[in-house]
């Protein structure tokens, strides 16, 4: 696994800052286009894609960023669940809307890993993986249907008891099967 150390130092610019008095608008769009500002390094027509950084290994297998990414999944699982915990405890509206809503959106990205990780691995039916995926359908469905009708009890309910542990299944169950199941 890459450290964010090392991600960060590949990527870190060498260009010392500039005087502004020694800028000319000429040199600047004679060097840079707009349209590269902020997209990292300027790459000369010579230079070759595969090359690779010292201590970082670049990742070619889609089998391998698959599995990478159900492992990375767990971690962000565990977020969530803390996630779930916040909204909870906030008093301030504003607040817990948005915490809310990351949460949202936090499980629509779990679940898109998922499927493409599954679609990757060539995961076909799973019961387990399958009944995962019900429940927690279900309980987006519920919680859905619960802020449509104003019911803060039961959302908060299903915040509170039923999300947080299909979360926790899918952490230490869901995705270690997912896992085991990439030999067969």
Same mark, same amino acid.
């Given at each position: 696994?890459? @450290?964010? &150390?090392?991600?960060?130092?590949?990527? +870190?610019?060498?260009?010392?800052?500039?005087?502004?008095?020694?800028?000319?608008?000429?040199? /600047?769009?004679?060097?840079?286009?707009? /349209?590269?500002?902020?997209?990292?390094?300027?790459?000369? !027509? /010579? &230079? /070759?894609?595969?090359?690779?950084?010292? !201590?970082?290994?670049?990742?070619?297998?889609? +089998?391998?960023?698959?599995?990478?990414?159900?492992?990375?999944?767990?971690?962000?699982?565990?977020?969530?669940? !803390?996630?779930? #915990?916040?909204? $909870?405890?906030?008093?301030? =509206?504003?607040? @817990?809307? #948005?915490?809310?809503?990351?949460? =949202?959106?936090?499980?629509?990205?779990?679940?898109?890993? %998922?499927?493409?990780?599954?679609?990757?691995? *060539? %995961?076909?039916?799973?019961?387990?993986?399958?009944? $995962?995926?019900?429940?927690?359908?279900? %309980?987006? +469905?519920?919680?859905?249907?619960? #802020? &449509?009708?104003?019911?803060?009890?039961?959302?908060?309910? =299903?915040? *509170?008891?039923?999300?947080? &542990?299909?979360?926790?299944?899918? *952490?230490?169950?869901?995705?270690?099967?997912?896992? *085991?199941?990439?030999?067969?």
């Amino acid at each position: 696994m890459i @450290k964010e &150390q090392e991600v960060q130092s590949v990527f +870190k610019t060498q260009i010392e800052p500039v005087p502004t008095s020694e800028i000319s608008p000429t040199r /600047d769009r004679e060097t840079i286009h707009p /349209d590269q500002l902020m997209d990292g390094p300027i790459l000369s !027509g /010579d &230079q /070759d894609f595969e090359m690779t950084y010292e !201590g970082v290994e670049l990742v070619n297998d889609p +089998k391998s960023i698959a599995l990478e990414t159900l492992y990375t999944l767990q971690l962000f699982l565990d977020n969530l669940i !803390g996630l779930c #915990a916040r909204i $909870l405890e906030e008093n301030e =509206l504003t607040v @817990k809307e #948005a915490s809310y809503q990351r949460l =949202l959106e936090g499980i629509d990205t779990v679940m898109e890993s %998922i499927l493409t990780a599954r679609t990757v691995l *060539r %995961i076909g039916i799973h019961p387990q993986v399958n009944l $995962l995926e019900a429940d927690l359908l279900s %309980i987006l +469905k519920d919680l859905l249907d619960a #802020a &449509q009708e104003g019911n803060t009890e039961y959302q908060e309910e =299903l915040i *509170r008891t039923h999300l947080p &542990q299909n979360l926790r299944e899918w *952490r230490h169950e869901g995705i270690p099967e997912m896992i *085991r199941c990439r030999d067969s």
